[in-house]
């Protein structure tokens, strides 16, 4: 069950910055670091998909943890962003179980299945999961950033 709590500021360019990632990396998933200071997003951290299966999961390669601590130093809130390939841009059983980790971290998701010419074009979601709980969070683009 979902509920919608809160929002979270972002700019176009890192929602642009983000879906580039996806696109370059499908058909795999790919994976990275968001910084986050008073519901906005501050910065975006491409990092490498180490998963054994990349293809249906993600994992942050043991080489890009130091980008979390760095955050953290910074006095910024961590999240995360990854992509959905082929599927609807909602959280995975999965994904539920990466947020046991970091249970309510800011998680950004991007799907590319209707990413065709012709179609909608990417879907591009919030969410705030409390495993098993996964709560919608509203985005607010800043076309000029």
Do not use: K
């Not at 008073?38 to 990092?47: K, L, N, P, Q, R």
């Not at 705030?128 to 709560?135: L, M």
Request: net charge negative.
């Amino acid at each position: 069950m979902s509920s919608l709590v809160g929002a979270i500021a972002i700019a176009r360019s890192q929602v642009d910055a983000i879906v580039a990632h996806a696109r370059a990396g499908a058909p795999d998933e790919v994976c990275g670091v968001v910084a986050v200071r008073d519901g906005s997003v501050v910065s975006v951290i491409a990092t490498r998909n180490a998963a054994a299966t990349p293809r249906n999961r993600f994992e942050i390669d043991v080489r890009d943890l130091m980008r979390i601590v760095e955050v953290e130093r910074e006095g910024l809130d961590v999240g995360f962003y990854h992509s959905h390939p082929v599927s609807v841009a909602y959280p995975s059983a999965t994904d539920i179980g990466f947020a046991e980790l970091w249970p309510g971290a800011l998680q950004l998701m991007v799907s590319l299945r209707h990413d065709l010419p012709g179609a909608i074009g990417p879907e591009f979601h919030a969410y705030r999961i409390f495993p098993p709980r996964v709560d919608v969070v509203a985005i607010a683009i800043d076309e000029g950033r």
